[in-house]
Every structure is written in C-alpha cells, then in structure tokens.
C-alpha cells in the first residue's frame, strides 16, 4: 500500500485548519476484533508490516510528548532504554517529554518524565495549551476512560487486529455513561490491520448537528 492511501482525508484536514494553534490529544489504542486491549504482545505482533510500520513512526513524529497511565507507562520504561533501531523510533520514544498520570509513582526512572499526581484534567489541559505537535498516549486504557468526560480527547485511533481472544480487558471497561463518537478517518494495512479514527461528539456537536 501506497504511503498516500494512508493520509488524512481532505475533510479530515479541513477540520484540523480550523483548530486553534495549540496541543492535540491523540490516543491510540490497540484492539482485537472482541474489544480486548491486554497483552498486545500476544496477538499483535503476526500481523506487523512495512506499511503499519511506516504509520507508526509517522505518527511519533508528529508528536511532540507522551501521556500515560502508570502500568503502561512502567511496561515502557522497563523495556524502550534498552531499544535501539536504525529508523530512530526508540531515539524519539526515549528522548521526547513523558508525562505520567499516577498518585503512587515517587521516582520516575525514565528519562524526561514527569509525574501528574493532583488534578490531572487541569494539568493535562495546561499541557496542550503549550504543545505545538501531539500529546500522544499508548493505551493507558484506565486513564482514557477517565479524561473522556472531561473533553480533552481529541481523536482516538483504534488500531484494529483481525484476532479474537476471548478474554481479557476490553475497551474502556470501568466506563461511567455512554459517549458517542464520529469517524474521522480509516487506513488499511496489507496485514488486514485497520485504523479507525473518531473524534468524541461533545454536546456542542450534538447540539449544532441536530440544529
């Protein structure tokens, strides 16, 4: 596949022109066709490809920090100082500024971190007002479920595995309400892997689409 099938639609980017120069919050989040989101390591890995690759790192680039929860957020500190790659991703994944939402991380080990304890909503927002590029999480599937209501989600792509597992936690399991979402866009992969983009509705939305 082309790296041009995979670009944004023209809607898609209409949209973003109309944003207001600040961070946006991008989640990404790997999910098999049940809705399981544990141990992506188990499943995920059969179905890599050059073309889903490509997109990966892409979508590091454009970011300009990380935010997770504190279990993703100990997997990845465990293992990425270890890693090294010729397309630089681990260089960008070591070196970018991480923030860390958790109330029982004292001494972060990770290079560039810093720990968000108290009122995160408040402090997650302060955040993107002073980015340029992306805030970008790495499931953290707790923590997505939690900023949800507060609107500070801007898109959230569900990168989508053609595996069922059966078992495990599922997709913003713990929710508190029903959300809706709009499809903003999708993306292929030659694996069979597929990308869909949403953008949580806010009442604003709901009110302005059904005026």
């Known amino acids: 596949m082309s790296a041009s099938k995979l670009m944004p639609s023209p809607r898609y980017t209409r949209q973003l022109s109309r944003r207001t120069v600040m961070g946006k919050l991008v989640v990404s989040m790997f999910t098999t066709l049940d809705g399981v989101i544990e141990r992506p ?19 590091l ?28 991703y681990a260089d960008k994944m070591n070196t970018m500024p991480k923030y860390v939402v958790s109330t029982t991380l004292d001494e972060p080990t990770w290079n560039n971190t810093t720990v968000i304890a108290d009122d995160p909503a408040a402090r997650i927002g302060k955040v993107k007002t002073d980015l340029n590029g992306d805030l970008l999480v790495f499931g953290s599937n707790a923590l997505v479920t939690r900023l949800l209501p507060h609107g500070l989600i801007d898109e959230i792509r569900l990168v989508t595995y053609p595996v069922v ?29 597929v990308v869909l983009t949403y953008a949580p509705v806010n009442e604003q939305d709901a009110a302005a689409a059904s005026a």
Do not use: K
Request: charged fraction near 20%; hydrophobic fraction near 40%; avoid cysteine.
């Open 165 to 193: 597992i059966g078992d495990g936690t599922r997709l913003f399991a713990g929710g508190d309400g029903m959300a809706s979402f709009r499809l903003l866009d999708t993306a292929t992969f030659q694996s069979g892997v």
């Open 41 to 59: 390591d188990r499943w995920a890995f059969q179905f890599a490809s050059a073309d889903s690759m490509e997109q990966g790192l892409r979508q």
């Open 61 to 88: 680039h454009d970011a300009e920090a990380l935010l997770l929860g504190r279990v993703t957020y100990e997997g990845f500190a465990a293992s990425w100082p270890n890693m090294t790659d010729e397309a630089g």
